[in-house]
């Protein structure tokens, strides 16, 4: 007997729990997709396509043991446990990942991609994460269970499988199968470099999730977490883009140090006496505009922060540029469009890079990173602590200081506590603050101290944002007694909205976020309704400081009456402009697609797809690669270093 005909049972068990998998993801998202039989037919011939590609890689390593494994040994009672043990496990490997790749699609609506390939790094929080949010010992029991009865009908219903023990191949026999199940996975590597031929199935986003197989989707993500812009993307001519930038980023209050097109320093000049105000910017985890009452939800879950917003210079219509936290970060500290791949906060080299930390450091700032989880997830200690930040992160906090934590943090009261002391310090110090706040009470699983608010822990998003709201309320009056407090300005701001999927390619709707800045002593409260982006909250920032500083922003003030109002939102492939109420989108194929925004509502938007126009596609163009070119070039970096970052990385906030 042939010992690879083995590999078909794994084909059998991998497809067929493929195809269950994908018709449970189907029904689910049933009422967004597109169901016309010939979309339901796509969705499933293109998703077996997938599963076989996935399945040639899946059994690389088997197909290695079947061919070094000799014929004498293969055919011994030990191996034959071996391989049960081995075939046991594959089974439990396979039912595993279609029950995981559940859970993935409820939180995010899509197959494994780039956030799984990051979550996987961070296997701490990740599997603290799941084991609060979900019953792990009945999940794991129902798939021990799934794969025993698998196991037992193969093993005992099919006459030949004992027979695959009794295998006496030639050593030229498995030299030639090695060598033609090795070369089909390798001709996929080489031919299907991304899932190119799902973006052309449908224009619903759902329909192209459905049609991927997770397994070879992680795959890809692994293997194009970093992609270069020229090499993927629509380019221009150098020079010809880098005069466009200089246009797209001018504004009647700069004026660039030199007349070289490389070098993209500029002054920015503001009326007016500069202002020594502190500021606490807190960046609130997944905080949607869909979950708002201002925005029209009636839920009533954020009823203090809608009230807030009352009192504050409250922008509306606002952007984030990603999906992910890091982006966020990335997106209001540098100021930047968000380029392809992964942040910048989590790539290696992104020491002294232009930003805020650096501007407000020589000002004479006492600037701070205070996170309630650890710092080294998504490589933030590293980002804040070498670009004009010190470090405070969970394990700055005290036992004392703690009153609730999960994997991913101490509870929102606990971290604006501590941001709070952090503000006495600096002001015992006599030395302004800019504190950089990061919460996570807002994320699954959604845990938080019982008896704050009127729904329990661990019941859901709707609790993690109840409770969000009411420590914004909390950290707010506790402020308020504070001598510095009238001399600060507040900043709330989401670091991505709660959700990503949708059934577009860039769901508009869900990018809207909130951003206010609340000093009744120092700001009139206004509602801003100019569409603007993350980007442009530092500029507008130090405009409202009345700040002259240099800059290589690409964002601009919000309140000038010379803004121009758009938005730059992305995922790690696709990039997008919104403006003029037409979203135009540059794709890693090296095409672009545009749609006129029809309508953008609460928990929806509706496209019409249309021929991009030359002007928002060269504004696009401009945007994303002059973003990739200065950063490949290094010309994003900060320029006049007043302190060394490594001395400031090594000066971490003492416990207190």
Known sequence: MNRYNFLNYFLLIFLSVSLISRSVLLIDSWTLIDRDIFSIIQIFTLGLFYDIVAYSYYIIPFVVYLFVVPSRLFNTKTHKIIALLIFFSVIYSIVFNAISEWFFWEEFGKRFNFIAVDYLVYTHEVIQNIRESYPIPWLLAIVFALTSLIFGIISRKSAQFSSFFNDNSSYTHRLIMSIILLTIPLVFFNTLHKQTLITHISENRYNQELSKNGFYSLFSAFRNNELDYDEFYITKETNALLTSYRNLVQTKNSQFISNDLNHTLRNISNKGQEKKYNVMLVMIE????????????????????????????????????????????????????????????????????????????????????????????????????????????????????????????????????????????????????????????????????????????????????????????????????????????????????????????????????????????????????????????????????????????????????????????????????????????????????????????????????????????????????????FHTQGLDRYEHITSSPQKLQSLPIERR
């Open 286 to 629: 997944s905080l949607s505009a869909s979950y708002m009452g201002i925005y029209g939800d009636t839920k009533n879950i954020t009823p203090h922060i809608d009230a807030l917003s009352k009192k504050s210079l409250f922008f509306s219509e606002f952007f984030a540029t990603g999906t992910r936290t890091v982006r966020g970060m990335e997106a209001v500290t540098m100021s930047i469009p968000p380029t392809p791949g992964r942040s910048i906060v989590k790539r290696p080299d992104n020491h002294n890079m232009f930003g805020l930390g650096w501007i407000f450091h020589e000002k004479g700032y006492d600037n701070k990173f205070i996170y309630a989880g650890h710092g080294y997830f998504d490589n933030m200690n590293a980002y804040f602590g070498n670009n004009g930040f010190k470090i405070v992160d969970r394990q700055n906090f005290a036992k004392e200081e703690i009153s609730f934590a999960n994997v991913w943090g101490v509870c929102d009261e606990d971290l604006y506590n501590k941001s709070i002391k952090e503000a006495d310090d600096s002001y015992h110090k006599d030395q302004p603050f800019f504190s950089f706040v990061m919460t996570t009470s807002n994320h699954r699983p959604f845990t938080y101290p019982e008896g704050k608010i009127d729904i329990p822990s661990h019941t859901g998003r709707w609790g993690g944002v109840k409770y969000t709201d009411y420590a914004v309320h909390n950290f707010l009056e506790k402020a308020s007694k504070k001598p510095w407090f009238e001399n600060t300005l507040f900043i709330f701001v989401a670091d991505h909205n709660g959700g990503s999927a949708g059934k577009n390619d860039l769901p508009l709707y869900r990018y809207k976020i909130p951003f206010l800045i609340y000093a009744p002593k120092l700001i009139k409260a206004q509602k801003i309704t100019k569409l603007s982006s993350q980007i442009d909250l530092a500029p507008t920032l130090l405009a409202l400081l009345n700040w002259d500083y240099q800059s290589k922003f690409y964002g601009k003030n919000i309140l000038s009456k010379h803004f121009k109002p758009r938005a730059l939102i992305g995922t790690y492939q696709k990039l997008g402009l919104y403006q003029n109420n037409k979203l135009t989108m540059l794709l890693p194929n090296g095409t672009s697609k545009a749609y006129k925004v029809k309508e953008l509502g609460l928990h929806h938007n509706t496209y019409e797809e249309i021929i991009p126009l030359a002007q928002d596609l060269e504004d696009t163009i401009d945007y994303y690669q002059s973003a990739s070119y």
